[in-house]
Structures are given as structure tokens and as C-alpha cells.
């Protein structure tokens, strides 16, 4: 085997977990995987113990009712075999992290995928933020791809794709999170600049590999909801799925919750703004 390969196969990368069967992370049934670590500390993060590596502080340990957790060499070490999954550890953790990660080879991660490839059509990587990892999401999905499925990141649209020619070609697209357009909005929910985001929403779709857009929609918020719907559906037109996503506050993190409020999204409202992004012509906007 050449050494380049070798080395590729020794990548390691974080993975928080890898869901066999999912439809809900793009077309079909596919087998999700989560990658650990994100650059964004969005307010309304479903998942946010997926935010930051873990920082081996210890805190969680003693939590643990089946002592699945304990400390190596001054890092946390989990047990899977042990762990009962019931969480408390990541509700206990400070830093929004999880001591539930494994540091996975490109090959262990496809030997998974191996097992669920004849009931899937291919393969979702998510997070946390799974571009922070570009070289190994490239060596996965080059070998994903040798198995006759498809390849799609699921991005909060953080790194710049252009610099990253290798990553899309080996890949299907991108499911591009357009979460705020302006400066206030964004700075408030997802606490990082957006200017990369949107070059990114220009650039994908310029190269043809924007599947599909994703926008929440928060209660009472015409006027963010407005302007960040109008700018994408003026943007992809009928190019790409537009997903219009209902704010729901389960799992947010409660002192977030003060700012964004406890209540679901309307039906009718969030359909409303898939509506006005139809009629600006992104045809394929829907709700869920
Ligand atoms: S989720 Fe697993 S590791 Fe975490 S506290 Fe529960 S049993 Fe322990
Ligand atoms: S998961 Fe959180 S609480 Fe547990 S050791 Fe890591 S940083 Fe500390």
C-alpha cells in the first residue's frame, strides 16, 4: 500500500456519534455521522454538548451511575460498553462538551458504514461541525463513494469552501445552514461573523454543489425571519431545496431559552415564510 495512503487511513477525527439509519439529514435513508467540535455557540443549538472537545476537567466522572467514566493518564476515558446513555454527564459538563467521544480512523468509520450499506443511499456528515475535519471528511468520502453511495456535509457554512477544491469534488454537496443575514442578527444567534457563510452560499452554488439551504424560524421575529428568507430564496431560486425550519426549544440550553422564548413555532407562521420564498422563486421551499 502506498504511504500516503497509509497516513490517510490513520487520520483520526472525533466523532461524537454515527446514527445508522436516518431520514431526516438528507435524501433517503442514510447513516449520520456526528463530528465533534464547532466554532459557532449558536443560542438555539439542539445539541450543544456536541460545541467543544473535551477539556478533561473531571466534573462528570463522579455523576456517572455506572462508573463508565474515569480518569487515564489525566484524561477522561468512557467505557460504551458500560454507559447506559442516560446523559448526565453532558448535563453536568461546563464547557458543553462530552466525555462520550471517539477518536475514530477514517477505516473504523467506514467499517461502520460497511454494516448499514445495503439500507442506505448514503452518507451525512454533521456535528457539531464536520468541515473543521476537511482532510479526513475527503478520505471518507472518497471510500463512501467506492461503495456506490452518496456524500453530503450537513455545514453551518463556517469554513471557506472555495480554499477547499479536493473536499467537494470528493463529495455530494453541502446542506448549508443560513441561519441570519444581518450583521445584529447573526451576532446575536449564532455569535460569529456571517460574511464567509453567505460567500459560501454564493460559491456553491456557482459550482452547482448546494443540495439544499436551511433557515430557522423563530416566533416574533418578523423582521429577522423576513430579511433572511428573502435574501436566500433571492439568491438560489429554484437551484436547491429550501428547508424552513420550525424553532423548537427542546434541548436549547435553558439560559438561552430566555432570549429566544419557550414556545415552538407556528405551523402557519413558519409556512408562511416558506410561501413568500416560493413566490420570490424558490420553488422548492417546504416546511418541517
Ligand atoms: S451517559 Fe453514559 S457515561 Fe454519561 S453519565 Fe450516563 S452512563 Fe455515564
Ligand atoms: S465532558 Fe465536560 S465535565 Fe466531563 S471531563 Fe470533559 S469537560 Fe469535564
Not at 69 to 87: G, K, M, P, Y
Not at 181 to 204: C, F, G, H, K, Q
Request: overall charge negative; some cysteine.
Amino acid at each position: 500500500m502506498h504511504w500516503t495512503a497509509v497516513c490517510s487511513i490513520m487520520k483520526k477525527a472525533p466523532v461524537n456519534k454515527i446514527i445508522p439509519f436516518s431520514n431526516v439529514d438528507g435524501p433517503g435513508n442514510r447513516t449520520s455521522i456526528f463530528f465533534q467540535g464547532c466554532p459557532f455557540n449558536c443560542l438555539f443549538c439542539h445539541n450543544p454538548e456536541t460545541i467543544h472537545l473535551c477539556r478533561n476537567c473531571g466534573t462528570c466522572i463522579a455523576g456517572c451511575p455506572v462508573q463508565a467514566l474515569s480518569l487515564q493518564d489525566e484524561n477522561v476515558t468512557w467505557n460504551s460498553a458500560a454507559c447506559v446513555q442516560c446523559d448526565q454527564c453532558i448535563k453536568v459538563c461546563p464547557y458543553d462538551a462530552s466525555p462520550r467521544v471517539r477518536y475514530m480512523t477514517v477505516e473504523e468509520v467506514m467499517t461502520e458504514i460497511r454494516r448499514t450499506r445495503p439500507y442506505i443511499g448514503g452518507i451525512t456528515t454533521s456535528g457539531g461541525e464536520c468541515t473543521q475535519y476537511p482532510d479526513f471528511l475527503t478520505d471518507l468520502f472518497h471510500e463512501t463513494r467506492a461503495l456506490g453511495l452518496t456524500a453530503l456535509m450537513d455545514s453551518n457554512g463556517s469554513l471557506d469552501f472555495s480554499k477547499y477544491p479536493d473536499l467537494l469534488d470528493a463529495s455530494d454537496g453541502v446542506m448549508l445552514d443560513v441561519k441570519a443575514v444581518s450583521a445584529a442578527w447573526s451576532d446575536t444567534l449564532i455569535r460569529y461573523p456571517r460574511e464567509t457563510v453567505l460567500r459560501n452560499l454564493d460559491y456553491l452554488l456557482e459550482i452547482g454543489k448546494l443540495y439544499e439551504v436551511r433557515t430557522l424560524i423563530f416566533p416574533d421575529r418578523d423582521q429577522d425571519n423576513e430579511e433572511t428568507v428573502r435574501y436566500v430564496a433571492e439568491q438560489i431560486k429554484d437551484r436547491c431545496f429550501y428547508k424552513i425550519i420550525r424553532y423548537r426549544p427542546f434541548g436549547v440550553r435553558e439560559r438561552f431559552q430566555n432570549i429566544l422564548g419557550t414556545d415552538t413555532t407556528d405551523a402557519d407562521y413558519a409556512e408562511h415564510y416558506a410561501a413568500l420564498a416560493r413566490s420570490l422563486g424558490a420553488l422548492k421551499a417546504y416546511v418541517i
